[in-house]
Structures are given as structure tokens and as C-alpha cells.
């Protein structure tokens, strides 16, 4: 499995942006198979966006406008989550993900079989 390193976390007001990065190195992985996901304590981890077979990134709908995935295309293995409009529902724990692309849909956890530690994203009102 591959191992993964998020940054970028923090505490905003609401209207803010974060911008978090993820660094993969080591193990195997396909590289249209990386996405984001979040969990708040008690909750299940939700996916919030996915790079789909195409390559494109797909989104979940509530951050759907607001969230915007890239990729370094000098390194090739950084990505990063814009987030702007940050709304205090937004706060969670927030994950990178990756995995070698099973024939999974991009909004399945089953799809993503390495995640990093998470980086904490706080939104208050």
C-alpha cells in the first residue's frame, strides 16, 4: 500500500479557505485512483471527492462548487483540495486517499485501501 502525508488543516471563519495537500510516496498506487474524504466523530468517513476512471474528478454534492481537486504536475504525486466557502458543517477530519482502481465507483471507501493519518479542518460561524 501506498503512504500518504496530509497537510494543510486548520480553524476558519466561515466564508474561509483551506487549501490542503497530500504527498504519496512508497507502495503501489494508480494515480486516477486519489480522492479526499472527511469524518466527523460517530459518523461514517464520507468520500467528498474522487477522481473517477475518466480522470475527472468527481464531487460530492454538498461541497459540489466550493471544493476543487489538482494534482502537481511537476511531482506527480502531490495533489491538493481547494476549499472555499467553508461552512462550520464542513469541519472534520480530513483524509487522502489512493489505491490501485478497483472496479469501484469513485464514491465507495471500498475504492481507496490507503489513507493518510487526516488533518483536522475546524469552521466556525
Known amino acids: 500500500r501506498a503512504q500518504l502525508l496530509e497537510s494543510g488543516g486548520g480553524s476558519v471563519h466561515g466564508g474561509g479557505s483551506l487549501r490542503l495537500s497530500c504527498t504519496v510516496s512508497k507502495g503501489s498506487y494508480h494515480r486516477d485512483c486519489m480522492g479526499w474524504a472527511r469524518q466527523v466523530a460517530g459518523k461514517e468517513r464520507e468520500i467528498v471527492v474522487g477522481v473517477d476512471d475518466d480522470g475527472v474528478p468527481r464531487y460530492a454534492d454538498a461541497v459540489k462548487g466550493r471544493f476543487t481537486f489538482s494534482r502537481d504536475n511537476t511531482t506527480k504525486n502531490t495533489v491538493y483540495l481547494q476549499m472555499t466557502d467553508l461552512k462550520p458543517e464542513d469541519t472534520a477530519t480530513y483524509y487522502c486517499?489512493?489505491?490501485?482502481?478497483?472496479?469501484?465507483?469513485?464514491?465507495?471507501?471500498?475504492?481507496?485501501?490507503?489513507w493518510g493519518q487526516g488533518t483536522q479542518v475546524t469552521v466556525s460561524s
Open positions: 486517499a489512493t489505491g490501485e482502481r478497483p472496479p469501484r465507483p469513485w464514491y465507495d471507501r471500498l475504492r481507496y485501501d490507503s
